[in-house]
């Protein structure tokens, strides 16, 4: 299967193109900048920072940045996957990487469906919890993502 993901005409032109592949390659950086950017001082207010801005008002300004950066982040990724996705499946790296980014998602949407968009009822110590999960997952999967363009090299 992976064979063939790696034959499939748009993994193909990806392989050849050095401006295809250097834009889906920037779309998957632009995705995680927006995600990291938004995620990080919305975890550091969940931990207590900047307790003058109202919670509600970052998490209203600042999930949907991070939703929207975790969405490019996933596509973009998905068609750079495609050009080696036989050497990035069997890339312990990659493995831990789409594990922490599983987590980190499951986790962001657990808290928002059990204490709502914009987490009115959520405990501090929940709070502080969620962001500490959020903050490993996500900053562990920038860091491994980085490591792979070293490692397959």
């Keep these: 299967m992976l064979a063939a993901i790696e034959k499939w005409e748009i993994a193909q032109f990806l392989r050849v193109s050095r401006n295809a592949y250097a834009t889906v390659n920037t779309l998957h950086i632009f995705g995680v900048a927006l995600l990291i950017g938004a995620i990080?001082?919305?975890?550091?207010?969940?931990?207590?920072?900047?307790?003058?801005?109202?919670?509600?008002?970052?998490?209203?300004?600042?999930?949907?940045?991070?939703?929207?950066?975790?969405?490019?982040?996933?596509?973009?990724?998905?068609?750079?996957?495609?050009?080696?996705?036989?050497?990035?499946?069997?890339?312990?790296?990659?493995?831990?990487?789409?594990?922490l980014v599983a987590i980190g998602a499951t986790a962001a949407l657990t808290l928002h469906a059990s204490h709502g968009a914009l987490l009115h009822d959520a405990s501090d110590r929940r709070l502080a919890v969620h962001a500490m999960i959020s903050m490993t997952c996500w900053i562990g999967a920038m860091i491994l993502g980085r490591a792979l363009a070293y490692i397959l090299e």
């Design 40 to 99: 990080l001082p919305l975890d550091l207010r969940l931990l207590g920072a900047w307790r003058s801005i109202p919670r509600e008002s970052m998490v209203r300004v600042l999930s949907p940045v991070a939703a929207t950066g975790l969405t490019i982040a996933i596509l973009a990724g998905m068609l750079l996957f495609t050009v080696d996705a036989q050497d990035y499946a069997n890339a312990t790296a990659m493995l831990v990487k789409l594990t």
